[in-house]
């Protein structure tokens, strides 16, 4: 489709419209399935049923290839959060690494086989220079063999890596993860805090810090060292939602709770404020029917508060067992853990101290809600599309809002939507848009000037009480916009350019410009880009990529401008993937070879007596790069083959007549997807021993589908 330009590829048909100027060339035309009209009626409702029949097989294709578990995981659908680990395993931390162990295994065996286990687990180890790999897995035990592969070694100097670790871990774990850092350093990189803190906004992670420590590193380091290296990690956990704790070895073991608590599943935010410097202030929040599971997390020194429900019960800090709930300190930490039967309404905690502060209120709800900054796009398709970096300062800003319930999004009703400074009183609402489904438009007029959450209130349609929910991510403006857009993969072996463009509503002059990759490939980048007062200008990067890098390597670029005097600053964050020119569009083939079976009985409580075996070959042809991997669903039975380097794969699937389909989901080492489905029938007459035949059992093979993956691309 072209609507600047009317060139097209040789041989591709046109999207069609009035706005598409490719139409007019050979091949011309083209059938819109955006809309029914008098030119495309004739063949619009065939070409939307071609184009969805694509889409599923693509899909389907996409499952086979990638397995279920992880399907489910790219469509946003998990029992609960990915769980990441970052550790120090530097000789300073020889001490307290097998504490360290202790409570990572604690926590694993805490969520195994519940509902609130994590979908994954991801290791990342740091040390000075080296840190990583990255260890993914989705079993915990291997998770846990890992963790016990730890040593304590190196390092030299005081700094560590740390946060070249965490960037691994942002990267490498999806949106909305837990990251718990254990470490007892400051970080020797902390020219990375601001791609740290952009990596934060862009995945909407929480990162937790534990520092570990005793009396002797403290004096040995000195009190300026690890309160600079405390506020920091402080930084970055409130920028995300998290907690920064400092522990000794000592206790250490009763921050699992804290840990356990914030990876938990279907964890939401009510409240969180910050307040630097602290100051005496009552906070008040709403607790609905819906919430369990209600801690409160305060951290913060030489400081006193009390809580107040709304039958006017209070308890102090001081009473670790009272009518509310538990207190329990550790560290810099309070945690207040309420009672079960917690009163729903308006609570109220009262806070004195004149050092910082941070207060967090979480529980375990359904009842919750996503949102992104948007914009406006025209043309032949408008809507909206995503704001990467912060938005604009000055100007009106658009967030989408999906809210659900308790029984789905009808089962509560949005009241208002505000953006609230996290660590001021301004609040900023919004007007909303119902889009149907859940999904709000809201719209704000301005934005406020400090670091903000969004701040939902409704009400619970089930229940009939009002509920308050929270982000945890902060977010701020920015009057400098960076904008890069991918349009193509990168090659092994060759370099990849990448143009960006800068844009200020500020004062104009040289802005820096920095760059980094989570693969820490080989990059030229500009080091500054001269910008006008109110206008933009367009740099170039070049990126190079070994030439070993492994097809569907994926690649995170951060991109940051920085106003002159560093007064302002913005970022992009992009995904880029590596992958090896293609040559093999063509899918595995199957043939069938045999089919044993004895009549399956007609009566399916009987199924169990009786068994079927499918024998077939499978290949990728001469030309082929080679079947990668082979499995069944759909069937539940035992699958085995010979050796997927040989040039033919002999395949045998045994099963029971309990299950009578079966699937087989072969994939090449350039992701075409084969699927063989396969069928039998129950014998509808009594069961006869001696009519072994396979044709007497009414064998059903299904044809062979070879779509390619690619073929649905181009």
């Not at 910050?274 to 005496?280: D, E, F, L, Q, W």
């Amino acid at each position: 489709m072209g609507i600047l330009s009317s060139a097209k590829p040789k041989g591709k048909c046109s999207h069609g419209g009035a706005a598409d100027l490719t139409s007019s060339e050979v091949p011309r035309g083209g059938i819109s399935k955006d809309e029914r009209r008098s030119d495309n009626v004739a063949l619009h409702t065939a070409a939307v049923t071609v184009a969805t029949t694509a889409t599923l097989q693509l899909l389907d294709d996409i499952r086979g290839a990638a397995g279920d578990n992880n399907y489910l995981r790219l469509m946003g659908i998990a029992r609960s959060s990915v769980v990441a680990f970052v550790i120090d395993t530097t000789g300073s931390m020889r001490d307290d690494i097998l504490e360290a162990k202790r409570v990572v295994n604690e926590i694993i065996d805490s969520k195994k086989g519940t509902q609130d286990e994590p979908s994954q687990y991801i290791l990342v180890p740091f040390n000075d220079p080296k840190f990583g790999p990255l260890i993914r897995t989705t079993n915990p035990d291997v998770m846990k063999a890992e963790i016990a592969k730890l040593t304590a070694d190196g390092g030299g100097d005081l700094p560590e890596m740390c946060l070249s670790g965490l960037q691994l871990a942002l990267t490498g774990a999806p949106a909305s993860s837990h990251i718990y850092v254990f470490t007892d350093a400051v970080a020797k990189d902390i020219a990375l805090k601001d791609t740290i803190v952009a990596l934060i906004r862009s995945t909407k992670s929480t990162v937790s810090f534990f520092m570990t420590g005793d009396g002797a590193r403290r004096s040995r380091r000195g009190v300026e060292s690890r309160a600079a290296t405390f506020e920091n990690y402080k930084d970055l956990a409130l920028a995300s939602g998290g907690q920064a704790i400092g522990v000794t070895k000592e206790n250490l073991p009763q921050a699992t709770d804290i840990i356990i608590d914030s990876s938990t599943s279907a964890l939401v935010t009510v409240l969180q404020r910050a307040r630097n410097p602290g100051r005496a202030e009552t906070f008040s929040f709403l607790l609905d029917e819906s919430l369990n599971n209600i801690t409160i997390y305060i951290t913060g020194k030489s400081l006193t508060f009390t809580l107040k429900n709304p039958a006017g019960v209070t308890q102090k800090q001081n009473e670790a067992n009272g009518k509310l709930g538990t207190v329990q300190t550790v560290g810099n930490l309070y945690r207040v853990r309420l009672a079960t039967d917690k009163h729903t309404g308006l609570w109220e905690i009262s806070m004195n101290s004149n050092q910082p502060y941070t207060l967090k209120v979480t529980g375990q709800s359904t009842i919750a809600f996503i949102y992104d900054f948007v914009e406006t796009f025209e043309g032949p398709h408008p809507g909206y599309a995503l704001i990467s970096g912060r938005p604009k300062a000055g100007m009106p800003a658009m967030l989408l809002v999906s809210v659900l319930g308790r029984k789905g999004p009808a089962s509560v009703k949005v009241a208002n939507v505000a953006l609230v400074t996290v660590s001021g009183s301004e609040v900023v609402g919004g007007a909303l848009e119902d889009m149907g489904n859940g999904d709000f438009l809201v719209t704000v007029t301005k934005v406020p000037a400090g670091e903000f959450v969004v701040l939902l209130n409704g009400t619970d349609v089930v229940s009939s009480t009002v509920f308050q929910r929270q982000s945890t991510t902060q977010m701020s403006v920015s009057k400098v916009t960076i904008k890069a857009v991918v349009d193509r993969s990168m090659e092994p072996g060759k370099p990849f350019t990448l143009p960006f463009t800068v844009m200020t509503d500020a004062t104009g002059g040289s802005y820096k410009i920095s760059a980094s990759n989570d693969r820490d490939f080989k990059m030229n980048v500009p080091g500054s880009i001269a910008v006008t007062t109110g206008g933009n200008s367009t740099g170039e990067m070049t990126i190079t990529v070994p030439a070993n890098t492994p097809s569907g390597t994926d690649v995170t670029l951060t991109i940051e401008a920085v106003a002159p005097g560093a007064s302002d600053s913005n970022y992009a964050v992009l995904r880029l993937s590596v992958v090896t020119k293609v040559t093999d569009f063509t899918p595995p083939q199957c043939e069938v070879v045999s089919v044993s079976v004895v009549d399956c009985p007609a009566d399916p409580a009987a199924c169990s007596s009786a068994f079927w075996q499918l024998s077939a070959n499978l290949t990728d042809g001469v030309n082929g790069t080679g079947i990668t991997s082979l499995t069944h669903r759909q069937g539940v039975g035992n699958l085995t083959h010979t050796d997927l380097k040989q040039t033919v794969v002999a395949a045998a699937f045994n099963a029971s007549c309990c299950s009578l389909t079966v699937e087989l989901v072969a994939v090449d080492k350039a992701m075409n997807v084969g699927n063989c489905r396969f069928s039998i029938v129950r014998n509808a007459g009594p069961p006869s021993l001696a009519l072994s035949f396979p044709l007497l059992v009414c064998l059903l093979v299904s044809a062979f589908f070879t779509t390619s993956l690619r073929d649905l691309l181009i």
